[in-house]
């Protein structure tokens, strides 16, 4: 059960509220990418080559810009200045075309229901998803679950952050953000690097969903507190 201390729960996004593989995730959206940008001569290898290039950067961000201006930076340079001038383009894409992503991910009724009962709860909810995305591309996801960005009290972003996970900088900032102590949060995620490693070394406690986890390390995690999403729910008291 939640300690007496706890406040905030921080919410993971992919794979976490929303079940996906993210292997065939990254694949759909990609592929979708490169149909979008293709008209505009872009050909999709080296369009998808550079995407990863300016995600790496994201990744590997010191916290001297935001991450939405160090992966066009990084962008630009490999594509071309050009490439600058369809960022409109780009964002109407993670509000429309990017729904044909949603093949690649499953349903999780439990998602909105969680993060209701939290709220009702007096919980302050965040949604702590690695800001490699535009807000847009939040939202579209978010949506796919019934919710929104304004059902958070603070939603992480590419424009809204100059880290990423597993940086525990990244929750630093959030905490900073709203004005809460680490002691009173738990971060509730699918990766045990990011969500877990992480966020332990910025003070906050966590909590592992195991439907999609992801544990690249082989780490041990039988000392933080893991199960399913429906386990989660009945641990948090959210049933």
């Given at each position: 059960?939640l ?14 509220l929303?079940?996906m ?32 290039k300016g995600?790496k950067?994201m ?9 939405d ?7 630009a ?15 109407r894409?993670?509000a ?9 991910v ?17 919980y302050t ?33 590419y ?13 630093t ?6 004005g ?20 332990g ?8 969903i ?16 893991n199960?399913?999403?429906?386990e989660?729910?009945?641990?948090a008291?959210?049933?």
């Amino acid at each position: 059960m939640l300690g007496k201390d706890i406040t905030t729960l921080m919410f993971d996004l992919d794979g976490t509220l929303l079940p996906m593989d993210l292997e065939n995730f990254t694949n759909t959206y990609f592929s979708l990418l490169a149909k979008k940008a293709a008209p505009y001569g872009y050909e999709p290898k080296a369009l998808v080559a550079a995407v990863w290039k300016g995600t790496k950067a994201m990744i590997m961000n010191d916290g001297s810009r935001p991450n939405d201006q160090r992966f066009w930076e990084v962008f630009a340079g490999e594509l071309g200045e050009k490439i600058l001038d369809l960022r409109p383009v780009f964002d109407r894409f993670y509000a429309g075309e990017f729904n044909g992503a949603k093949t690649a991910v499953r349903d999780n009724p439990l998602a909105k229901r969680a993060v209701e009962a939290a709220k009702s709860a007096g919980y302050t909810v965040i949604l702590a998803t690695n800001p490699l995305f535009p807000l847009v591309g939040v939202a579209t996801r978010l949506n796919w679950l019934g919710l929104s960005p304004e059902d958070f009290a603070h939603v992480t972003c590419y424009e809204n952050c100059s880290y990423c996970k597993p940086n525990p900088l990244y929750y630093t900032g959030i905490l900073e953000r709203i004005g809460k102590r680490p002691e009173e949060c738990l971060m509730i995620g699918n990766d045990v690097r990011e969500d877990a490693i992480a966020a332990g070394k910025a003070g906050l406690s966590a909590y592992l969903i195991t439907d999609c986890l992801e544990n690249a390390g082989n780490d041990d995690i039988s000392a933080v507190p893991n199960g399913s999403f429906t386990e989660f729910m009945k641990f948090a008291g959210l049933e």
